[in-house]
């Protein structure tokens, strides 16, 4: 079984910038593909960003292209969302997410992710 944590978040001011962490352990070298996700009230699971294990491949949503950053420290099972630029409509829980299959077409897709963390709110004020 594989544990992801996330950690990192909080209230920030409209312009301002936050970095989510995700720590993974337990059988941790299953996840090939790692991802963030939000959720805010009364919507769906949105796909914000995922990183290819390995290879450190990314890709990140259009909504915070330019804003967003994905990374891992693969060594120490790491990944991170370095979060900048925060608009109020970033306002959410933030999930990571982990799984064992290849990079590819199935990463915006959160059904598709075995491994879940227990989420973390993040707070945009303008």
């Known amino acids: 079984q594989v544990q992801l944590v996330e950690s990192g978040g909080g209230l920030a001011q409209e312009g301002g910038s936050l970095r989510l962490t995700c720590a993974a352990s337990g059988r941790s070298i299953g996840l090939i593909t790692m991802g963030w996700f939000r959720q805010a009230p009364g919507k769906e699971r949105e796909f914000v960003a995922a990183?290819?294990?390995?290879?450190?491949?990314?890709v990140v949503a259009d909504s915070v292209k330019g804003r967003f950053t994905i990374s891992r420290e693969a060594v120490q099972n790491t990944m991170y969302l370095h979060m900048n630029s925060l608009k109020p409509e970033d306002t959410a829980i933030y999930y990571c997410?982990?799984?064992?299959?290849?990079?590819?077409?199935?990463?915006?897709?959160?059904?598709?992710?075995?491994?879940w963390g227990q989420g973390t709110q993040i707070t945009v004020s303008s």
């Open positions: 990183i290819d294990w390995s290879g450190g491949s990314t």
């Open positions: 997410a982990g799984q064992g299959s290849k990079f590819g077409s199935n990463i915006k897709t959160p059904q598709k992710y075995e491994f």
